[in-house]
């Protein structure tokens, strides 16, 4: 019910640092705050019914707060040797047995669950649906991500042949010119002896 209350109240009133610190990091208002908010709103004539009952909830939620600092207070009080009179003579009491009943109730009080807005986990503000609606939307951007691998894949591969066959197609075009080049030279090597034998070039290479 207070976490409820708590993301209720920050995503209606948060502002500035506040709503960016929700926004981005799921950052409750204070309890205080949230309060002060809805009593504000409702002095203006803006404040709705879910948000009075979940400002009602905070209060009593800051009310156990304050009822732990107290318990605290009483904690150190006692161990830097103040008594009980005293105790009770600072908060006008009747006298220390009325102290120490009220240490014993700030006792059971200090013993229930309470977490301070500020440090409540943000993984404690999401529902059961909206961790599966996560989920599904992890897995979503994973199964599009897979053909756009494969893409990429088909992509590499496609110029990885193209490549192969560039290769093939210059190894040819040089066999055929060394071929040329070698045919050049045997008939020109054939004239040169012709020549010599007294044989016309002419004739030779026609």
Known sequence: ???????????RYASG????????????????????????????????GLDTGAALVLV???????DRLEY?????AHAIGMQSEAIAAVLDLADAAAADKRHRWLTTRRALPYTPAE???PETLTTPAGAKRAQAGRRS???SGSPARAAQAADRAAETAMRAAGTAQQAAQQSAETSRQ????????????????GDDPGEQLS
């Open 72 to 76: 605290d207070l009483f904690e150190g």
């Open 182 to 197: 070698a045919t050049r030279y045997d008939r020109a090597e054939h004239v040169t002896q012709s020549a010599a034998a």
């Open 17 to 48: 640092v506040d709503l960016l610190l929700w926004e981005t990091e799921k950052r409750l208002i204070p309890d205080l705050d949230a309060i002060r908010s809805v009593s504000e709103a409702l002095a203006a004539g803006k404040a709705e």
């Open 119 to 121: 440090l409540q986990p």
């Open 1 to 11: 019910m207070v976490t409820a209350s708590r993301k209720h109240l920050t995503e």
């Open 141 to 143: 951007a994973q199964a």
């Open 60 to 66: 009593q939620a800051a009310r156990l707060g304050l």
